[in-house]
């Protein structure tokens, strides 16, 4: 029996399904399937059998290896949240139109110990394809990106997701941000960033944790709750497994933070047992509309970031002088257009890097490494320092890091110098990226 296409046959389904209990036939003619009950909140109480998915009540009390893991997967579900983006994309797979599913996160993401193809983010996008594409309509985007948190991925979303035309995103920094007001404010700019696309993608939030226990989850999840997001949190599931002493971390991680090959199945696998959900849910929203007002900040949503690639054509943002760093396409990955400070400069003076913009904040990101030859820069704003910025740092490994310039309480004019500091001048300085937004109020 050929994947049954829901989204194609979704409002039959809806017309089908009464919301108390009774028997109904499935709308796409298969016998074996039936819907028992809806539950209040739209979830369908029932057992649903065909030779692809499986959707079961939760058991009181799992006996056997097998009702224990499901209901491992079952706690991995924590909202449908408004799907009426999500159903959308679906039908819009189902018709064969182009659809894109991108995921952007940290090291997970990017398949640390599971690999390209072994990762989480490939296995549940040949699932979602399979399960509502119609051949090769449905395109993968994968800008996980190792060691960098929600603050970095607010201000390459634009260009490492949207603009490839996103439908379906997925979210997952759960283990790499902090969980103060900066990592909130920065969570909830890119959720409301990839929200306010053109396009109109659907949102998922994705929860992981590390062995420590840690993770960003309970802002993340009021965010989520704010905005009424699909969630799914590995934390949720997995925790009772250790508790209980089911699961042993060595059974989802060769180290304290990434899921190996086995753990990246077990994280597709609740991905899946969402959309299973989502194929027989009653409940369909009419509509979706952004929240105007914030809940912990917007400060940096639809933030511009700029590379050497940059024409000088932004009438808000302008760079009068690159003094003595030079065009460099070294950089690290998904950073490769920069600019380096040229150490062995006989230009005279100190050579700043200068820019003009029109923003409320301004974030400059950089290379950093535990390694001497990493130097320092100076920052100017408007002629006066501002901070110094040192890239020699003891948990740098190479890796892009983001620095906060500026913010502020709506937008500003300046000037801003990135000058080596002094006896830094032969040491190593690389500007990955310059990100701007214009903001008028956070809230």
């Known amino acids: 029996m050929k994947t049954r296409k829901i989204a194609a046959v979704l409002m039959t389904f809806i017309m089908a399904v009464s919301l108390t209990a009774c028997d109904t036939a499935d ?37 056997t290896p097998e009702e224990f893991h499901e209901a491992m997967v079952i706690r991995s579900f924590v909202q449908f949240g408004n799907t009426h983006r999500l159903n959308k994309k679906a039908m819009q797979m189902a018709n064969g139109e182009k659809t894109t599913i991108a995921y952007i996160g940290g090291s997970i993401t990017e398949g640390m110990n599971a690999g390209a193809d072994g990762c989480y983010a490939k296995l549940s996008y040949e699932m979602i394809s399979e399960r509502y594409g119609t051949g090769d309509n449905v395109e993968y985007v994968n800008a ?16 490492d997701v949207l603009d490839y035309n996103a439908d379906i995103v997925f979210i997952e920094f759960a283990v790499n941000d902090a969980t103060d007001d900066f990592h909130k404010e920065a969570y909830e700019s890119l959720v409301r960033t990839i929200l306010a696309d053109d396009n109109e993608p659907a949102v998922i939030l994705l929860f992981t944790v590390l062995e420590t226990g840690y993770t960003a989850q309970d802002h993340m999840k009021e965010i989520g709750e704010y905005y009424e997001l699909p969630m799914i949190s590995v934390a949720d599931a997995l925790k009772p497994e250790f508790d209980e002493g089911r699961m042993v971390w060595a059974d989802y991680s060769d ?10 199945k077990l994280v597709a696998e609740f991905i899946e047992n969402y959309f299973i959900q989502l194929d027989y849910r009653s409940m369909v929203e009419s509509d979706y509309t952004l929240k105007p007002a914030a809940k912990f900040g917007r400060a940096y949503e639809n933030s511009v970031m700029i590379d050497n ?6 009438p808000d943002f302008n760079i009068s002088d690159i003094g003595r760093f030079y065009n460099n396409a070294g950089g690290t990955r998904l950073f490769k257009s920069g600019w380096g400070n040229s150490q062995s400069y006989d230009g005279g003076g100190t050579g700043g890097f200068k820019f003009k913009v029109k923003a409320n904040a301004v974030s400059l990101i950089y290379k950093r490494n535990n390694n001497e030859s990493m ?5 100017y704003l408007d002629g006066e320092k501002l901070t110094t910025i040192n890239a020699n740092d003891k948990d740098g490994w190479g890796d892009p890091f983001t620095a906060r310039l500026i913010k502020w309480q709506g937008v500003k004019e300046m000037e801003i110098e990135i000058r080596m500091a002094e006896g830094f001048e032969d040491k190593a300085f690389e500007i990955l990226g310059i990100a701007y937004s214009q903001n008028e109020t956070f809230m």
Not at 42 to 58: C, F, P, R, Y
Not at 309 to 314: G, I, K, L, P, V
Not at 375 to 379: N, P
């Open 255 to 264: 180290d304290g933070s990434h899921p190996h090959v086995e753990g990246h």
């Open 27 to 63: 709308p796409a003619g298969n016998d074996e399937t039936k819907a028992l009950e809806t539950t209040n909140d739209g979830i369908v109480n029932t057992i649903v059998k065909d030779e692809n998915a499986v959707l079961k009540t939760k058991k009181e009390a799992p006996e």
């Open 144 to 159: 996980g990106l190792s060691g960098t948190p929600s603050v970095l991925g607010t201000l390459r979303v634009g260009r």
């Open 375 to 379: 130097g320092k820069a100076d920052i």
């Open 309 to 314: 690639n940059y024409n000088n054509t932004d």
